[in-house]
């Protein structure tokens, strides 16, 4: 078969192309760090990427919502703490002019400073966080305390996803720890009765207020572990997706990352074969 200065041409060229594209894979890899770019580089590696990019904003989403989570129930906690205040100075005043000693002068001093008590929990009640009504329930969109103390808002319990499909209490049931649904102690209407025992000059009623007061402390107590027993759940789920999106993120590098000195070796070696072919076709073309 005889060779013809045509075929030496065009396999000259062929070789060249091929040690640029070589080259220019190289190149890319070097310059982006990514060895997989498009399907085609590799489409195993290129579809195993794709469950684990969806895996890890799955697990980011859950971080995110655990986070808000944590963040409001801190929020409701301090109201909480706000409240307990509230309570405990009533629990004080409740024991001192439930001693007959005192005058109904003294009595009605007492009853202004519980009133000023009743409407500073209200407010503490009305807390919001992220433009919601934190102690509202669903109904999370107007204040859910009217001015005498009266709840506006709902029963249900906000839940959150700490896991792919497993979700924990996010709120706080306002309407047990605070109204005393259930069976317990109503703070507000608690307050109410105090201020008016006290401005009757009504000692046996200042005395069942202090009574119902501590049950009450003990109500909001039990709400405060609940809210710390939440954030913990929460905090824990964020530790979690966080670890989780790390790892994901790392799989997902495995697949598609250009290993950088393998990279660089290979793009030292396509120069210098691209040189080299270069070199050859034109020597060739010149001795025919």
Known sequence: ?????????ETSIAQTERSRENLDVAQSEVASGTRVQHPGDDPVAAALS???TVDKARFTAVGDSAQKAVDELNAADNALSGITTVADRAQVIATQFGNDSYSATDRTAASAEVDGLFKEAISLLNTTYGGRYIFGGFKDSSVPFDATGAYQGDDNIRSVEVAPGLYQPASIDANTIVKGANGGVDLL????DLSKSLQANDGAGVRIGLSNVNTVVNQL???????????????????????????ETVKIGKL???????????LASAQYALNATLTASAKTLNMS
Request: glycine share 6%; proline share 0%; net charge negative.
């Open 256 to 266: 598609l990352d250009a290993d950088i000195l393998d990279a660089s070796t290979r």
């Open 50 to 52: 794709i469950g684990h």
């Open 189 to 192: 209407q608690t307050l109410s």
């Open 1 to 9: 078969m005889r060779v013809t200065e045509k075929m030496i041409f």
């Open 221 to 247: 107590a039990a709400g405060r572990t609940q809210a710390g027993m939440a954030q913990d759940a929460f905090q824990s789920a964020v530790s979690t997706a966080q670890t989780a999106v790390s790892d």
